[in-house]
């Protein structure tokens, strides 16, 4: 069963309808998740901090995965896809932008791989065989797609995503495109930390907080408790 949740403003007696629902509704539990295999090709990164770009639906849930990872020290709520003057919620929620919500993870290859952040991308923080949308979420803004900032990224996502499709990982072929990263552009200040700071939010409670559960009992090493939230990190800059 599903419940397609309205993300913002929503009523008091629809909030109210919606409790209910999820509580006699069958819980996506983290033990639906299965590991999947890592990627055969990873990247052989040195230097300082990299980037990723990820979009697996609404970027609430995708942030929230990666702030609780280890070795990303920010995960960004944005879009990407489209151009600076679309990059708004409002504009971007029409689906006619060419951007998708996406969230801009910088992480410390000393501490965690691009392929690792790619095996959690593609089993806990979204569904990749889902083509323009995500749960509850439809439209194009809401496509699985990988931005990636590099050649080498380019091609290891690539490479996993053949490896997983010839695997039969997944019961449906995966529909993530990947491309060249053009732009990331922040979304606005709400929008940041929004699973931490609202954890009790319906579509929070029934769409995403398994997706933590799901990290914590399949990626236990990678987990962590305490989120790395966007917050602390203006606060230490």
């Not at 990627?39 to 980037?51: F, I, S, W």
């Not at 290891?156 to 997944?170: E, G, N, P, R, S």
């Not at 933590?212 to 606060?235: G, H, M, Q, R």
């Amino acid at each position: 069963m599903r419940v397609s949740f309205g993300r913002l403003a929503l009523c008091a007696a629809t909030v109210g309808a919606l409790v209910w629902s999820v509580a006699s509704a069958p819980s996506r539990a983290a033990e639906e998740a299965v590991v999947i295999p890592p990627p055969k090709l990873d990247a052989k990164e040195t230097g300082g901090l990299q980037t990723a770009v990820f979009a697996g639906g609404c970027f609430w849930g995708v942030q929230g995965v990666f702030q609780h990872t280890s070795g990303v020290v920010n995960a960004l709520s944005g879009y990407a896809g489209g151009s600076r003057a679309s990059a708004s919620y409002p504009l971007v929620s029409t689906g006619t932008t060419g951007h998708a919500e996406a969230v801009e993870v910088k992480y410390d290859p000393k501490r965690i791989s691009y392929g690792k952040l790619l095996q959690i991308y593609f089993s806990v923080a979204h569904d990749p065989t889902q083509l323009d949308r995500q749960g509850p979420d439809t439209g194009p803004q809401y496509r699985s797609a990988i931005f990636t900032t590099s050649d080498e990224q380019k091609q290891i996502a690539d490479a996993y995503i053949a490896q997983l499709d010839a695997a039969k990982v997944f019961s449906a072929p995966i529909v993530t495109k990947v491309g060249p990263l053009k732009g990331f552009y922040a979304a606005e200040a709400y929008h940041q930390d929004y699973l931490t700071l609202h954890p009790n939010q319906p579509y929070i409670a029934y769409n995403d907080l398994p997706k933590i559960e799901a990290l914590k009992k399949l990626f236990p090493t990678e987990y962590l408790d305490k989120p790395t939230l966007v917050s602390s990190v203006k606060a230490t800059n």
